[in-house]
């Protein structure tokens, strides 16, 4: 059984972007915890508390504490990661949302979507996959959260695809996209494509030429 991740974070009772700014330069992540029941809290936390749950096995969908110094109530809610937003330029974390979670209510969450094995297409043909999706979205309880959803590719061949509808999905999650979406496909190589409009693009100059050629003669 995985050990339970804690993360320790402290109320803030100032708001507006003056506050976050300073938080962030004394070197503390700003954040909110919301959900359908309870008050709203507004946080703040050390980066190195979020590298906790992100490096999980889990990553972004572990459920899991946040301990709150400073609520008047428990300080300790069940939480996962709803979003986040990050430096442009740093691609640190400059404010976090956590969703507070109850056991026997569903939520909506992203899965990444992970693939298995080299496909024919790209290793015997000299193609390359190209994954339109990342990740996917499901509806399910808490504790029925996948990791991850995978996808097995060796059988593929250039021009092949996988949709939504050919994922297998864990038994207890409903599926909220679109079932005729492509996930993934492979496709030809870059080069045969670019020759082949080189080709037709000569082609049509050709043609052209032999057109005016023609009307100079009949002038």
Not at 62 to 80: A, P, W, Y
Not at 124 to 136: E, H, T
Not at 142 to 164: A, C, F, K, M, Y
Request: proline share 5%; aromatic share 4%.
């Amino acid at each position: 059984m995985a050990q339970e991740i804690v993360m320790q974070a402290q109320l803030r009772e100032e708001t507006g972007k003056n506050e976050m700014r300073r938080l962030r330069k004394s070197g503390l992540v700003p954040g909110i915890i919301f959900g359908r029941s309870g008050e709203t809290a507004q946080v703040s936390f050390e980066p190195r508390e979020l590298d906790k749950v992100i490096h999980s096995e889990a990553g972004f969908n572990t459920i899991f504490t946040i301990d709150v110094e400073g609520l008047k109530e428990d300080n300790k809610r069940q939480v996962l990661i709803k979003e986040y937003q990050l430096d442009p330029v740093t691609h640190n974390f400059i404010h976090v949302s956590f969703y507070r979670v109850r056991a026997d209510r569903e939520i909506e969450v992203n899965i990444p979507i992970v693939t298995e094995g080299e496909p024919v297409g790209v290793k015997d043909q000299g193609g390359s996959l190209d994954i339109v999706m990342r990740d996917i979205q499901v509806r399910c309880l808490p504790g029925d959260i996948p990791e991850s959803i995978h996808v097995n590719v060796t059988g593929l061949h250039i021009g092949d695809q996988v949709r939504v509808s050919e994922l297998t999905i864990p038994d207890k999650v409903e599926l909220l996209e679109d079932t005729d979406a492509v996930v993934l496909h492979c496709v030809p190589p870059r080069k045969v494509a670019v020759v082949e409009e080189i080709e037709e693009e000569e082609e049509a100059a050709e043609e052209e030429a032999a057109e005016a050629g023609e009307e100079e003669t009949e002038e």
